[in-house]
Structures are given as C-alpha cells and as structure tokens.
Nanobody, 115 residues
Framework: QVQLVESGGGLVQTGGSLKLSCAASGIIFRLNVKGWYRQAPGKQREWVGL???????NYSDSVKGRFTISRDNAKNTMYLQMNGLKPEDTAVYYC?????????WGQGTQVTVSS
C-alpha cells in the first residue's frame, strides 16, 4: 500500500522560507517520477515542480529560482525547499508519485504566507 505523508507547512512572513517533506512508504521513491503540486482557496490544483528518476528537476515559472526539489533515497523522502515566499504561494501543498499508471497523492500540508 502506497502512502505519502507531507509535513513542514506553516505560517511564514513574506520573504521567508519553509522546507516541506514528503515521506513515502510502500513504494521506492527513487524509481518513480514524483512532484509537488499546490491548491490555493478557490483555485484549481497546479503543478509546482517535478523530480525525475535521474534526479533532474523542472519547475513552474511561478516558482523557478525560488523553490528547489530534492530527495533523500535512504529516507525515501522528497523535499521542497521554498525561499523568497510570497503571499500568492499560500496554498495546500501536495506531493505525488506516479507508478504503473496510477497517481498517488499525499494528504497535503498548509502553507500560509502573510504580507
């Protein structure tokens, strides 16, 4: 059974930083494409960034240069380092892993950026 658990969200001021974690069980993270998404109130869920099997990363234009995705294979965990946070980054952040045609999602963690 695949399970993803996000943590690390919270309240931060504009310009601050947070580091989110996504711990996986039931799946070997490094063997699958995975990513981060977010959903702000009243808006559709949007893609934030992807981490490929080869360790390559790709980011949406809205976070490029501010957010960084990394992983710790030993801990089977993916991270999202968020710097230079803006009020428009306020959202619930989700991690997702894709395996054998199925998307697995975590429960999300709230990030709130105050102005």
């Amino acid at each position: 059974q695949v399970q993803l658990v996000e943590s690390g969200g919270g309240l931060v001021q504009t310009g601050g930083s947070l580091k989110l974690s996504c711990a996986a069980s039931g799946i070997i993270f490094r063997l699958n494409v995975k990513g981060w998404y977010r959903q702000a109130p009243g808006k559709q869920r949007e893609w934030v960034g992807l981490l490929g099997i080869d360790g390559s990363t790709n980011y949406s234009d809205s976070v490029k240069g501010r957010f960084t995705i990394s992983r710790d294979n030993a801990k089977n965990t993916m991270y999202l380092q968020m710097n230079g946070l803006k009020p428009e980054d306020t959202a619930v952040y989700y991690c997702k892993v894709y395996q054998n045609g199925i998307d697995y999602w975590g429960q999300g963690t709230q990030v709130t950026v105050s102005s």
